[in-house]
C-alpha cells in the first residue's frame, strides 16, 4: 500500500469557482458516469445514499459548515481500492450531492473512521491511520474540497498492542470535541474483551496527552463489546448529559445515556440501546455518524452491510434519523422531520377494517414507497404487513407488529422478516430481526414503513426502529398488504406516499 494513487485535485478557495470545477472534474465525471449507469438497477436504493463508485462503509464526519450539511464516508474508489474519506453534501441531510474524495492516504495505510469538529474558520477531522494511528486534518473553504493534514501526524501514534507496550491504551476511530480548556478526543476499542473509550487531551492539536478511560464501569454493555465509531454528544435539556452511539463488531450499534463530570473527565452511563439486533454487518445498521440538533436532541445516519454479493453497490446509508428525549427519560426514534420532503404522489388514503385471517391488498403499490398507518389492535395477536410481495406469494419481505406480554406488563414487539424476501440465490440468509417496545396494550400503534427498492426500513410510535435489506427480483413485486392475525384489528388511517428519487 502507500500513498493513495487515486487523482488528487487542488481548488479554487471561491465557491463560484470551486463549482465552475467541478463541472469537469474527471472524477466527478466519473461519479456522474456510475450513478447514470446504475440508479435504475433493481438493488439500488432511489432515495437512500450509496457511494457514487460502488462501495461505502461507515459515514463519517457529519457537520454544517457554510450553510451545508456535510457527510463524509469510508470509500473503496476503484482504482486504489483502500479506505479514503468519500464526501457528499446537502441542504436537508435527504437530498445529497456528490463530491470528490476529501482524504486520501498517504503515509497511513487508509483512512478510517473519525469526526470533525467546526471552529471558527476551519473545520476539523480526527480520523484513525490505519497502520499508524490517529491523525489530524483541516479545511476552511466553502466547499470542504482542500484539506491540510497535520505535520506531527500522526498526532496520537499507534503503538504496540497490549500488554506487551506495557501502555494502558490502544487507538482506533477517534472523536474529537472542544471544552473551554482545550481539545479531547475518545478512542474506542477495548482490552481483555472489555469495552474501553480511552480519552485524551490537547491545547493545540499536535500534542496530546493521555487522560484514562472515560468510564471506569461500564455495567450496561456486555464482555466482548468494542466502543468503535464513538459520537459523544449533549442530551436532553440536563447541561451534563451526554449520549454515547458506538458500533461494537461483536453485537453491532448501540447507545449509551448517563451523566458526564467535566471535572474528572467521566462518563456515568444509566441505560443501554441497541439500534441494530442479531447479525453484525449483514443486513444490518452498522456504524453510527451524529450531529447535534442544536435543541438537546441529535440526528444520526448509519451505514447498511449488504446480504447479497457480486454487486456494483456495496452497502447504502440509512434514512437520517432524529433521537431526542423529554424531561421523563423516554427517548424517541423518529425519521428525521425532513424525510418527508421525499413525499411525492398520495397513492392512497384510507381506513380498513381487519377482520382475523383475511388479507387485505392495498390498492396502492410500489418499490419506493412510505406506508404510514395508526393501528387499533383491538383482539389481534399481531398486524402483519408484507412489502415488496408479487400476486403468487413467491416474494415478500414481513413486517409484524406483535402484541405481547413482558411477565404481567403489556409491550409490543416489532419483526421485519425476509426469508421469503427474494427469489435471487446469492442473498445470505439472516432470521427475523426483533425489538420490543414501550406499550399498554390498549394505545393506537403508529407505524411508519419506507421501501426503497432493496431496503426496508420500520419506526413504530416512535420508540423502536428496525432496518433490513430485502431483494426483491421480480419486477411485479411491489404488492403491499396487511392482516390481523389472532383476533380482530382494524386500520383507522392508512396512507401510501410515492418517494422522490434524490438521484
Not at 216 to 233: I, M, R
Not at 265 to 271: D, G, M, S
Not at 327 to 348: C, D, F, M, T, Y
Not at 374 to 388: P, T
Request: proline share 5%; aromatic share 12%; glycine share 8%.
Amino acid at each position: 500500500m502507500g500513498k493513495s494513487t487515486l487523482p488528487h485535485f487542488v481548488f479554487s478557495n471561491d465557491e463560484a469557482e470551486q463549482r465552475n470545477q467541478l463541472q469537469t472534474n474527471e472524477i466527478m465525471e466519473q461519479y456522474r458516469e456510475f450513478r447514470d449507469n446504475n440508479k435504475d438497477d433493481l438493488f439500488n436504493p432511489s432515495y437512500h445514499f450509496w457511494s457514487p463508485d460502488g462501495r461505502i462503509n461507515d459515514p463519517n464526519g457529519l457537520c454544517f459548515w457554510n450553510g451545508k450539511y456535510h457527510l463524509f464516508y469510508q470509500q473503496y474508489p476503484p482504482a486504489y481500492p483502500h479506505q479514503h474519506w468519500g464526501h457528499t453534501v446537502s441542504d436537508d441531510m435527504v437530498h445529497w450531492e456528490d463530491l470528490p474524495p476529501a482524504l486520501y492516504p498517504d503515509i497511513e495505510n487508509a483512512c478510517f473512521s473519525g469526526n470533525t469538529l467546526v471552529e471558527d474558520g476551519r473545520v476539523i477531522a480526527m480520523y484513525h491511520g490505519w497502520g499508524i494511528g490517529n491523525m489530524i486534518a483541516t479545511s476552511g473553504d466553502p466547499l470542504l474540497l482542500n484539506w491540510e493534514k497535520n505535520a506531527n501526524n500522526p498526532v496520537i501514534p499507534h503503538l504496540p498492542d497490549l500488554p506487551e507496550s506495557g501502555l494502558p491504551y490502544r487507538v482506533f476511530d477517534p472523536f474529537i470535541w472542544k471544552e473551554d480548556e482545550g481539545y479531547y478526543a475518545l478512542s474506542g476499542t477495548h482490552s481483555n474483551g472489555i469495552m474501553k473509550e480511552h480519552l485524551f487531551f490537547s491545547q493545540n492539536l499536535d500534542k496530546w496527552t493521555y487522560i484514562g478511560q472515560l468510564m471506569d464501569n461500564n455495567p450496561h454493555v456486555e464482555c466482548s463489546n468494542d466502543g468503535a465509531c464513538p459520537y459523544f454528544l449533549p442530551f436532553g435539556e440536563d447541561k451534563d448529559q451526554r449520549i454515547l452511539f458506538f458500533f461494537s463488531h461483536s453485537s453491532g450499534s448501540r447507545a449509551l445515556i448517563g451523566k458526564y463530570d467535566k471535572i474528572t473527565h467521566k462518563f456515568f452511563p444509566k441505560k443501554n440501546f441497541k439500534f441494530s439486533f442479531d447479525s453484525v454487518g449483514v443486513s444490518s445498521l452498522v456504524a453510527p455518524c451524529a450531529i447535534s440538533d442544536g435543541n438537546g436532541g441529535v440526528y444520526v445516519i448509519y451505514n447498511m452491510g449488504d446480504s447479497v454479493v457480486g454487486r456494483a453497490r456495496r452497502g447504502a446509508f440509512s434514512l437520517m434519523r432524529h433521537i431526542t428525549t423529554d424531561a421523563e427519560g423516554n427517548v424517541w426514534i423518529r425519521p428525521a422531520e425532513q424525510n418527508e420532503s421525499l413525499r411525492a404522489q398520495k397513492l392512497l388514503d384510507e381506513s380498513l377494517e381487519l377482520p382475523a385471517f383475511e388479507k387485505k391488498t392495498l390498492g396502492a403499490r410500489g418499490k419506493c414507497v412510505e406506508i404510514v398507518a395508526e393501528i387499533d389492535m383491538k383482539q389481534s395477536r399481531s398486524v402483519e404487513f408484507r412489502v415488496l410481495a408479487d400476486a403468487e406469494g413467491k416474494e415478500y419481505t414481513t413486517i409484524s407488529i406483535i402484541s405481547g406480554m413482558n411477565r404481567i406488563t403489556p409491550c409490543g414487539y416489532i419483526s421485519i422478516d425476509t426469508s421469503h424476501a427474494s427469489l435471487y440465490t446469492d442473498v445470505i440468509g439472516r432470521i427475523p430481526d426483533s425489538t420490543r417496545f414501550l406499550w399498554d396494550g390498549k394505545e393506537k400503534v403508529r407505524v411508519r414503513i419506507f421501501v426503497d427498492k432493496c431496503m426496508v426500513e420500520v419506526f413504530v410510535n416512535d420508540k423502536a426502529a428496525l432496518c433490513q435489506m430485502a431483494y426483491a427480483s421480480l419486477t411485479e413485486s411491489d404488492m403491499i398488504s396487511v392482516e390481523a392475525l389472532g383476533g380482530d384489528a382494524s386500520v383507522e388511517s392508512i396512507k401510501v406516499f410515492e418517494m422522490e428519487s434524490i438521484y
